[in-house]
């Protein structure tokens, strides 16, 4: 079992920043692929950034290409999604994701590849 728990959500500006986090707790955390995704209301769940085990490699949706940049810190088991140059257009709930599976993976971008979910953090850009 993974428990993840994310934080740092809240209000800000248009082009302003924000970082939000992702404690995990459970299995070994460090061997397995993190993903950020978000959902607006009304809208399907897409997307965002994703990271390696190892956090070697990195994966963006084009949206926030340039804009946000993933991270992890095994020792502390958590991910980060630090978020710049903030849109209205990225208002969402936030969450993060998990996959234990043993099988190597084919998709980062995948929602189908994660089997655990946090319960997300809100995100509000407006002025």
């Known amino acids: 079992q993974v428990q993840l728990v994310e934080s740092g959500g809240g209000l800000v500006q248009p082009g302003g920043s924000l970082r939000v986090s992702c404690a995990a707790s459970?299995?070994?955390?460090?061997?397995?692929?993190m993903g950020w995704f978000r959902q607006a209301p009304g809208k399907e769940r897409e997307f965002v950034a994703a990271?390696?085990?190892?956090?070697?490699?990195?994966y963006y949706a084009d949206s926030v290409k340039g804009r946000f940049t993933i991270s992890r810190d095994n020792a502390k088991n958590t991910v980060y999604l630090e978020m710049n140059s903030l849109k209205p257009e990225d208002t969402a709930v936030y969450i993060c994701?998990?996959?234990?599976?043993?099988?190597?993976?084919?998709?980062?971008?995948?929602?189908?590849?994660?089997?655990?979910w946090g319960q997300g953090t809100q995100v509000t850009v407006s002025s």
């Open positions: 994701a998990a996959r234990t599976y043993n099988s190597a993976i084919v998709n980062m971008k995948a929602l189908w590849e994660y089997n655990y």
């Open positions: 459970g299995r070994t955390y460090s061997t397995y692929p």
């Open positions: 990271i390696t085990g190892s956090g070697i490699r990195t």
